[in-house]
């Protein structure tokens, strides 16, 4: 097996990730609309030139999924590489200092959006997963390819769809969102948005407020019952308790002391406000939007009751997406594969941790399949402006995805 597993490294070109990586950015697949029509075109001309069969799925107008198989027929060990092709737009253009779609690479980082979220982690699983074509007769098992649409908002026509159709199933999945190269992501938050409606009696704004029954105040009220529900508490399951520390300490050291209470308490950010028709009139309508994320330890439901227990006093609610949060055991063997692989090729021992955002990987661990993140980052530029990846990181990831791919795979 060191035999094979040198022989398929042999051949490993560092430059060619880059360049892959850097076409992709150059290739803007901006979400909102989401068309990721052309990007999955050239991945599967990358793909064919290899010789292998590439399928492409488009459940939606432009919302084109890409998925690619070797290895073993028939076999049930499949390990999917996950990636998605598409990116947050760039925001004020002003605020970049670098043209976001040049794909350029300058003093050691390439540069653009999706360089770390996530086209240098994309660009790592389909390199990884071309130089294993040659090889797929000596594959115990099969490899998936699958490179999605839409995770940017929220996957319904990308991994939730090939999910639900069977098209994306298998033993284990990596998925090449960025973490950074000492980090691999196991669990993540549920989320809960609702829209509120609180309902009043109008009057003349004369004689407020001993008259009529002023919606946007009672919405105040409604506000500061709603905040204690970061009081909840999460019973964390015995297996994640030293990684929910750790992550802790993590969030604390990149955020702050107070931000890191997001790991293990649910948070709220009430988004969106709207009340009142004029300002001498009682208004008798205020709407407010909320999203509520839930820990691993507590369910949705319990969530959601809490929610309604409180609007019932106000008004009336209405839940328009719910998702349970997740994790996948630390002790699996998709982790201990990535660890193994991580100390080997980058020299660091990585630590198991929980995200506080969520990701496609809802819809693998929903299909009860072992899913971890782990990919090239630099944080600061992710959603933000200046998005760019060392190209060092770069490397050394698509080193461990092909690396992954040959322990598990032999
Ligand atoms: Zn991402």
Known sequence: MGEFRERVFEGFRGDEVVELASKLIKIPSVNPPGDTSEIAAFVKDYLEEEGVAVELCEPAEKKVN????IGERGSDRVLVLNGHLDVVPIGDRSRWSFDPFSGEVR???LLGRGASDMKGGLAGIIYAFKRLIKFEDQLRG???LVCVADEETGGTYGASYLVEKGKALGSSVLIAEPTGMNLINVGEKGA?????VVKGVPGHGSLSPFIGDNAIVKSTNLIRELMRITEMRAELPRDLIDVAEYSRNLLGSLVSREASKAIDHPTINFGIIRGGTKVNIIPDRCELEIDVRVPIGLSAAEVTSRIRE???KYGEVEFVNVGE???TPPNSEIVK???KNVKEIVGVDPKPFLEWASSDARH???ANIPTIHYGPAEMEGIHGYNERVKVEDLIKAAKVYLGVAIDYLT
């Not at 890409?66 to 198989?69: S, T």
């Not at 809960?192 to 509120?196: D, L, N, Q, S, T």
Request: no cysteine; aromatic share 14%; net charge positive.
């Open 310 to 312: 409180v609007v019932e």
């Open 66 to 69: 890409l998925i690619a198989e």
């Open 364 to 366: 693998f661990r929903r």
């Open 337 to 339: 594969v990535v660890e």
């Open 142 to 144: 099969r490899l998936k």
């Open 325 to 327: 949060p997740n994790y």
């Open 192 to 196: 809960v948005w609702a829209k509120i």
């Open 107 to 109: 003093d050691g980082y």
